[in-house]
């Protein structure tokens, strides 16, 4: 029998913002029916927040509570920090989950991630399900029993430095059935840390690194802003923070926030270092 703490328990029994957003902006969706666990979330966002969330589940108590909770974690936060949640925050937040469960917490963090891929897309696809089944056909599936992807595996082994084909099967149900695809999920955790350990030999030193924030800051980020009349300039660095001065148009804007962290920061987030912090000064 698996020990569950008092948290999942609440969850379970009291479930939060159950149903369905009839005009949502963001619907995600996780897991099947012939895996046995599924998961849609709605959101609706204003202004770069998430206002309101509701979910709709099938699976055991573990799925139940790690949707509930999930929605508990978004509702009032803006966007770029609901980016950043992951899984093993859901289950944080559950004061944990047994190894068996901690897919349940997975799903939940692949249907948020979906919502926000849905989020805002400009695109010509007829609905949001035209456009998620568009992108299953891009990803390779590994499990056909589960219908787990390559990148599902992938992002587990990053979010909770997974070492083993049982943890992943734990994380993920990949390889929990007739376990044909075992050789291949460990093939990709061998690929994961050859690269991780090929990536830290490329590391930046501190003057490599300020010449290069400059360089993205100067090249790839100010051209942008100079497009509607703004503009930016690079401050200091100290360590993993990035000050910045916003001008122009940008300055003062009731949408620099959303400017500093979803722009400016994630492209410098995707080109140096996932820890990279930008931070505005006046």
């Known amino acids: 029998m698996w020990d569950y703490s008092e948290k999942v328990m609440d969850h379970y029994r009291n479930p939060r913002n159950v149903g369905k957003i009839d005009d949502a902006d963001a619907v995600g969706s996780a897991g099947s029916l012939t895996c046995g666990d599924q998961l849609k979330i709605y959101l609706k966002i204003k202004d770069g927040i998430v206002t309101d969330a509701k979910f709709q589940t099938f699976g055991c108590g573990s799925a139940v509570a790690s949707s509930s909770i999930l929605t508990e974690m978004i509702i009032g936060k803006p966007i770029d920090e609901v980016r950043k949640i992951t899984n093993k925050d859901i289950a944080d937040q559950l004061e944990g989950l047994p190894p068996e469960k901690m897919h349940c917490s997975v799903m939940g963090y692949e249907a948020l991630e979906d919502a926000l891929k849905d989020w805002g897309n400009d695109n010509e696809y007829q609905d949001l399900e035209d456009l998620r089944e568009e992108n299953e056909k891009k990803e390779k599936i590994v499990c056909t029993c589960f219908g787990i992807t390559e990148n599902i595996i992938w992002d587990a082994i990053k979010q909770n430095g997974l070492t083993t084909v049982e943890e992943v099967t734990n994380y993920t149900k990949a390889g929990g059935a007739c376990g044909k695809c075992k050789g291949i999920i460990k093939d990709i955790i061998e690929t994961y840390y ?63 926030t959303l400017t500093l962290k979803s722009f400016v920061e994630m492209t410098l987030k995707d080109a140096i270092s996932k820890d990279i912090e930008v931070v505005e000064v006046n």
């Open 194 to 256: 050859h690269k991780e350990k090929e990536e830290k030999k490329k590391e930046l030193s501190p003057a490599q690194r300020i010449l290069k924030i400059n360089s993205i800051i100067e090249n790839q980020i100010s051209p942008e802003l100079q497009k509607d009349g703004g503009d930016i300039t690079l401050v200091d660095i100290d360590g993993n923070k990035v000050f910045v001065k916003l001008r122009g148009k940008c300055s003062g804007c009731k949408n620099s």
